[in-house]
């Protein structure tokens, strides 16, 4: 198990095995907590980006709160308790995912990665405007939750028989 709530009343941990988990009172949620009129329908989800948890309110009444403190959107860090409304977790990652963080935030703290080689001899230095990588949609997440732009480029005018409809 990857990571897990703990319900701090007592009761077995809920594990959090898919990349987008809805917390809410709804029964088509995948966390469902039907047990206080407090939680809304669909109250907040955790998104799994990477090896990093974002916990996320869906604009509830009643809020969502890390360690005590109402947030809208939030990373998680194990032994954090979370509160949706009136109910609580602790957050738990096992040792192998903690240690793998552990490792990313001080490989992104070293600085920044240099870029890729040019894959030939004659390619200058590309500017901005002209500049593309390929990302995986977690990259493209993580990238924009760091505050970094992200900017996709619309290329279908240049392909070679597409038409707009």
Do not use: W
């Not at 980006?49 to 990373?75: I, W």
């Not at 890729?116 to 990238?143: F, K, V």
């Amino acid at each position: 198990m990857a990571a897990s709530l703990i319900p701090m009343e007592g009761g077995s941990p809920i594990a959090l095995d898919k990349p987008i988990m809805l917390i809410g009172r709804n029964q088509d949620c995948d966390i469902s907590l039907q047990t206080s009129s407090k939680i809304s329908r669909r109250h907040c989800c955790i998104v799994q980006c990477g090896d990093r948890y974002l916990l996320r309110d869906l604009g509830s009444m009643n809020g969502v709160r890390v360690n005590a403190q109402r947030v809208v959107e939030m990373e998680l860090n194990p032994g954090d308790e979370i509160s949706v409304a009136d109910i609580s977790f602790t957050f738990r990652m096992d040792d192998g995912k903690v240690k793998q963080r552990q490792r990313a935030v001080k490989e992104n703290s070293a600085g920044p990665s240099e870029a890729p080689a040019p894959l030939d001899d004659r390619a200058e230095e590309p500017d901005d405007e002209h500049h593309s990588h390929t990302y995986s949609d977690d990259q493209i997440l993580e990238n924009q939750l760091l505050g970094e732009e992200v900017r996709l480029k619309d290329d279908s005018e240049s392909e070679a028989g597409f038409v707009r409809v």
